[in-house]
C-alpha cells in the first residue's frame, strides 16, 4: 500500500513539474510569488493569435490563470478561493472606498489599455487603473 502511495505521489510531483515546464518562465515566477501553497494540475497552450492569451493554468487550488505568450499575466479566476493577493495595494484600498470586499473578487482581468476589470462574486464589475484610480461600473 505505501509503494502504491509513493507511486501516485512521485507521478503527480512529476506532471506539476511537467505543466510548470510548459509555461514561459514568467508566468511559473508569477504563480510562484502570488500563489506558492498551490500546485499547477493542468496547462493548455492555445493559438495566441486567436484571443488573447496563449497559456491557461490550472491550479489545485481552484485557481486558473491565463498568460500571453510571453508568460504576462492577464487574468486570475476563481469562485472558491481568495485571489485578492493578486491585487495592487492601491486597488485593494479602492474596491473598499467602493463598498466592496477584496476577498469577494473572482475574476481580475487586464485590459489592453493596462487597467483592470475586477469581477465580484454577486456579478457587479469595476474597472481601476492599476494605481487605484476608479474609472467605474462595467456593465456585463
Sequence with gaps: MKNIVATILFVFAVMAGFAQQQ??????????????????????????????????ADLDSDIIL?????????????????I????PAEVKTSIEQQGCRPQNVVN????????????????????FETNGNFMGKVSR
Excluded: C, K
Design 23 to 56: 509555461l514561459p518562465a514568467e508566468a511559473s515566477q508569477t504563480i510562484a510569488t502570488f500563489f506558492p501553497q498551490s500546485q499547477i494540475s493542468a496547462v493548455s497552450q492555445y493559438d495566441a493569435s486567436a484571443g488573447e492569451f496563449a497559456y491557461r
Design 66 to 82: 491565463y498568460f500571453d505568450a510571453n508568460g504576462r499575466w492577464m487574468q486570475v479566476e476563481s469562485f472558491s478561493s481568495d
Design 84 to 87: 485578492s493577493q493578486f491585487l
Design 108 to 127: 481580475i482581468h487586464r485590459v489592453a489599455d493596462g487597467t483592470l476589470v475586477i469581477i465580484y462574486n454577486d456579478g457587479l464589475a469595476h474597472r
